[in-house]
């Protein structure tokens, strides 16, 4: 195993020679067993060990096992005690998923301050032909049956070609030490019930069931490939992204004749899943939204509008004679000048005088009206927007610069008549959104 494991690095993974390689080790077979490869492929590492304090003594004494075994063999060592299940209840997640946000956030931060290079995991064939039927039985696209990628940034897993059994058996011909989780047994969780019930059977199908699977998922692999890159084209000429919102051409978009598996590869990484809704977007009014746990998918005239969600928060903010806006959300910066020049929607020429301090900035309301410039009479702000063509997202984006309840300016878009300066004006204040 330790030449294929040598050659296998030497032909994919050439870039990790001379590399400080930072080792997540749990203490099982597999992370053993990659130790043992590393060290005798002669690369610098350090190992790290997570304890999630899910086992009770034996979490303590799987740590215990990692310190002696990197004293012994003088390993740099980084260990790390959590309190997964405390954070699990907070963040309002399960306890694998809490367990693998609390290793990845931890091993990224090993990387930066220790100066590690990448990190080697020990996920193998078995691992990944687990991973790919648990998506499918989930449900997934095609990132979800293309099993474990071998590289992930800075994540490398050198195991991946090698089957169980491979590992077992190099472990007991160097006599490895490990140390068993005595979770892996139970059926309680959806992976071992696919590792003690599914692969057997699918093993006993085909005894060459786990290299089928390997063939399978290169060509997967292939196909992703090949999709990424077609999605990309079609990206680059239907969609368009400004102001932190990202705007898909609904006609363009439609004369793709498989339209709905290029939204699919575009909204799946924003969380969104309701894929019957948003498909029903393209035909809906507009208005119509579908909501992920972190974005929204707007149907607004001709454009669909993917943009974050917002916390809802009704704040004003207060802006002194001292003009300091150093807490506002948008930035604005006031002037005193002499002469009105290149005013524009971005900035504005006021008559100081008229102003009532405190100034406020704040969100539109129902029935907020103002006296756009260079026009007679008053116009309802909701009115203004529909004109303007202003979607629901330009509408929540949008800031009213006040003076009491009269508006001064609906910031970077019209300012109000009645505070506009002119070449009578004794004192003119420029108001500028940078």
């Not at 096992?65 to 012994?72: G, P, R, T, V």
């Not at 309002?92 to 290793?103: D, E, F, N, Y």
């Amino acid at each position: 195993m330790l030449q294929k494991f040598q050659n296998h690095i030497q032909q994919n993974f050439a870039f990790l020679t001379g590399k400080k390689l930072l080792l997540a080790v749990s203490g099982g077979i597999d992370s053993m067993v990659l130790t043992d490869l590393i060290q005798k492929s002669g690369f610098k590492i350090g190992i790290s060990h997570c304890n999630f304090s899910l086992r009770g003594e034996e979490s303590n004494e799987d740590f215990n096992f990692i310190e002696s075994y990197c004293l012994k063999n003088n390993i740099s060592f980084f260990g790390k005690k959590f309190n997964t299940k405390e954070f699990a209840e907070e963040n309002k997640l399960s306890i694998q998923l809490a367990a693998r946000k609390l290793r990845y956030d931890w091993f990224d931060e090993l990387l930066e301050t220790e100066g590690f290079d990448y990190l080697l995991t020990a996920h193998h064939l078995d691992d990944s032909a687990e991973t790919f039927l648990i998506n499918f039985t989930r449900g997934t696209g095609m990132d979800g049956l293309t099993g474990i990628p071998q590289q992930n940034g800075k994540i490398v897993r050198p195991l991946l070609i090698f089957l169980r059994e491979e590992i077992e058996s190099h472990a007991k011909e160097n006599n490895i030490t490990w140390r068993e989780d005595s979770s892996n047994a139970s059926d309680k969780y959806l992976r071992n019930k696919i590792r003690h019930a599914i692969i057997p059977i699918l093993k006993e199908l085909n005894p060459g069931f786990l290299s089928s699977f390997q063939n399978t998922i290169e060509h997967l692999q292939q196909i992703q490939s090949m999709v990424s890159d077609a999605s990309e084209t079609a990206y680059n000429q239907i969609v368009t992204e400004e102001n932190g919102q990202i705007k898909i051409n609904l006609p363009k978009l439609l004369e793709l004749p498989n339209y709905k598996a290029y939204l699919y590869q575009w909204l799946q990484p924003y969380g969104f899943t309701a894929w019957e809704d948003i498909y029903d977007l393209t035909e809906a009014q507009s208005g119509k939204q579908v909501f992920s746990d972190t974005h929204k998918l707007l149907k607004d005239r001709s454009l669909l509008i993917i943009s974050k969600i917002k916390e809802e928060q009704e704040v004003t903010y207060f802006i002194d004679e001292s003009l300091k806006t150093g807490d506002l959300p948008v930035k604005l910066h006031f002037s005193d000048q002499n002469h009105i020049i290149n005013a524009s929607a971005n900035t504005i020429f006021v008559d100081k005088l008229s102003l009532k301090f405190p100034l406020t900035l704040r969100k539109w309301q129902e029935g907020d009206y103002f006296y756009p410039s260079g026009m007679h009479g008053k116009k309802k702000v909701s009115k203004y927007f529909k004109d303007e063509k202003f979607s629901l997202i330009d509408k929540e984006d949008t800031w009213l610069l006040c003076s009491e309840n009269q508006i001064i300016w609906i910031v970077n878009h019209r300012a109000d008549q009645r505070f506009i300066a002119n070449n009578d004006t004794q004192q003119i204040l420029k108001i500028e959104l940078q």
